[in-house]
């Protein structure tokens, strides 16, 4: 059974930095696709970023230049750091994982490709 664990949310003011984690367990596909996503009570679940097996990322517009997504193949973690923050950036956080490449950033971020999540973790964004 595949579990996922985020953390490192919290409270943080406008310019600044926050590293989310989650911990993965549970599979063990040779190839694989993990993804952070974002969302907030008016919106649906955006992508922010992804990575493959071989670590080729993947952000969509609302993360790049600012965040850095990055995996501890060891441990199976995968780690979201978030630069120059925004109050826009304001939403709970979720990680998922799927089997198979990535495909492009499209196929990546799309949330009706994965099924299971973690529970999430809040990031809020103070100006």
């Known amino acids: 059974q595949i579990q996922l664990v985020e953390s490192g949310g919290g409270s943080v003011q406008s310019g600044g930095s926050l590293r989310l984690s989650c911990a993965s367990s549970g599979y063990s596909y040779q190839l694989y696709c993990m993804a952070w996503f974002r969302q907030t009570p008016d919106n649906g679940r955006e992508g922010v970023a992804a990575?493959?097996?071989?670590?080729?990322?993947f952000y969509t517009d609302a993360a790049k230049g600012r965040f850095t997504v990055s995996r501890d193949k060891t441990s199976g973690t995968l780690y979201l750091l978030m630069n120059d923050v925004k109050v826009e950036d304001t939403a709970t956080y979720f990680c998922?994982?799927?089997?198979?490449?990535?495909?492009?950033?499209?196929?990546?971020?799309?949330?009706?490709?994965?099924?299971?999540w973690g529970q999430g973790t809040q990031v809020t964004v103070s100006s």
């Open positions: 998922t994982v799927r089997p198979g490449r990535c495909g492009n950033v499209y196929q990546a971020t799309l949330p009706n490709l994965y099924v299971v």
């Open positions: 990575i493959d097996a071989e670590g080729t990322e």
